[in-house]
T-cell receptor, first 112, second 115 residues
Framework: EAQVTQNPRYLITVTGKKLTVTCSQNMNHEYMSWYRQDPGLGLRQIYYSMNVEVTDKGDVPEGYKVSRKEKRNFPLILESPSPNQTSLYFC???????????FGSGTRLTVV | AQSVTQLGSHVSVSEGALVLLRCNYSSSVPPYLFWYVQYPNQGLQLLLKYTSAATLVKGINGFEAEFKKSETSFHLTKPSAHMSDAAEYFCAVSGGMDSSYKLIFGSGTRLLVRP
């Protein structure tokens, strides 16, 4: 089944403790992206990647890092999480045509 | 820069009534437009997309949307609401030199369906 898989689904952590949210897609998609969803703000792009070793900032990149060492994986790294990064995070991927993304099921992160 | 405005953070309809969710976009280039649905505790599912072909786009679950360039709108409709349609709906736009790799989302509209 074609899908984007994120882990974990739920995560509670403390301020300053480094964490990684994994994302993997099995559709051989070139483009991958991370979004955060906050009430009343919709989804905002954090980072995106056009292919292996090619990444760029989205609209809200502060406090986040990403890497794209393999085509299928696009982890999101929070080096020093803060409470304002408490949010629902989505990974998404798409191929070269169509412009529509396939989304993962989301990761609900709480930073205390 | 591109942007999306969804009018109404909450829309309430009776079961069997017409569903109309409004979306207006701003784009300096021909846009690609999308509607996504999010059920509770789930990710986003693509309902339909406009990619410069027919202006009336049919999607899944009986939804459709019409691209109106003169009004810069892409409203989502369904003739008869079902209880299972209760969810949050997001309109999104992509395209153009500065945003072809990302979707720009509206703030979402939560659809409530009354029995």
């Amino acid at each position: 089944e074609a899908q984007v898989t994120q882990n974990p689904r739920y995560l509670i952590t403390v301020t300053g403790k480094k964490l990684t949210v994994t994302c993997s897609q099995n559709m051989n998609h070139e483009y991958m992206s991370w979004y955060r969803q906050d009430p009343g703000l919709g989804l905002r792009q954090i980072y995106y990647s056009m292919n292996v070793e090619v990444t760029d900032k989205g609209d809200v990149p502060e406090g986040y890092k990403v890497s794209r060492k393999e085509k299928r994986n696009f982890p999101l790294i929070l080096e020093s999480p803060s409470p304002n990064q408490t949010s629902l995070y989505f990974c998404a991927s798409r191929g070269t045509g169509g412009h529509g993304y396939t989304f993962g099921s989301g990761t609900r992160l709480t930073v205390v | 820069a591109q942007s999306v405005t969804q009018l109404g953070s909450h829309v309430s309809v009776s079961e069997g009534a017409l569903v109309l969710l409004r979306c207006n976009y701003s784009s300096s280039v021909p846009p690609y437009l999308f509607w996504y649905v999010q059920y509770p505790n789930q990710g986003l599912q693509l309902l339909l997309k406009y990619t410069s072909a027919a202006t009336l786009v049919k999607g899944i679950n009986g939804f459709e949307a019409e691209f109106k360039k003169s009004e810069t709108s892409f409203h989502l409709t369904k003739p008869s609401a079902h209880m299972s349609d209760a969810a949050e709906y997001f309109c999104a736009v992509s395209g153009g030199m500065d945003s072809s790799y990302k979707l720009i989302f509206g703030s979402g509209t939560r659809l409530l369906v009354r029995p």
